[in-house]
């Protein structure tokens, strides 16, 4: 037996990339007819307040953008229809300036009550804000015919009557569901390190015993053989999960990502032999897999 054999330790490493709840940021679009100017203003109140308490419930981060209002004082409808996209980029810029770039994907509302064709203008500015770096959703409560699938709506419900206290139900339905958006931890740019401060001090040389979980070595190669540890350049890994959409998606889509490893660390005489309790003595750095049979 080794008089002074290699001095060995099992360790287990856990990273985790956890869900967040994202800031609710929201837009309203009207584009409604009512031949009644007061019975406008009231209709307006009625869904800003509505979708206010809806969307941004005490508590909750985030902001309502200005409204956009596609037929003033609920005028009949023109066909010709626009949103004003150099607005909403502004005010979408200024929210990623407020919560932090990645962290912003808007809900958009649209409110139409006549069962008209979209304008072929209006359905390109939307799909045009869809396609964009945010990727807003777009929420619609309509009358026009085939929403929710050729037209650029995620969800579409129906406008019943400007009247009815249930008006906006569907949508709060959707809110429940949906919000506040998941928002994906991002790894650290330089990736997690293997080892703390106090450990790194100690340790010459490690091995990976097994892993669950798709995790990479950055500056080293991830498996059972032996790997020199150095304080100028500590080794770090990725998690695969890192590659995931950094964009919020809706409520419940997304999991915390997770990847645990078990490492075999030398803190001395690493070119020694080891005599594992149930197998042959042999040089613990130029021997592949692990030695040690539990962790400590």
Known sequence: MDPHPAELERLQRTHSL??????????????????D???CARVHQQLTSALRTLMLPAGREGQELAAQELSPDCSAQPGTQRLDLLAYNRAIAAAQARYGA?????????FNNLALPLPTGLAGDLRTLRSSATQPLVWALTLQAGAGTSLPFDVSETWTYSADAALTSPLERVARAQLPFDLMQQPPLEGFPVFSASELSTAREFKVCSS?????????TFGPKAVKVSPASPPRVSLAAAATSSLPAPHGSLQEAAARYEIEVCHANCERTYEPPDGDAAIWNTTSGCMLKTST
Do not use: C, H, M, W
């Open 102 to 110: 990645g962290r912003v994907r808007p809900v958009l509302v649209y």
């Open 212 to 220: 669950a979980g798709q995790v990479t070595g950055l500056n080293f």
């Open 37 to 39: 100017s007061a019975e």
């Open 18 to 35: 956890k869900v967040t709840p994202a800031p609710v940021v929201y837009g309203l679009i009207f584009d409604l007819y009512l031949a």
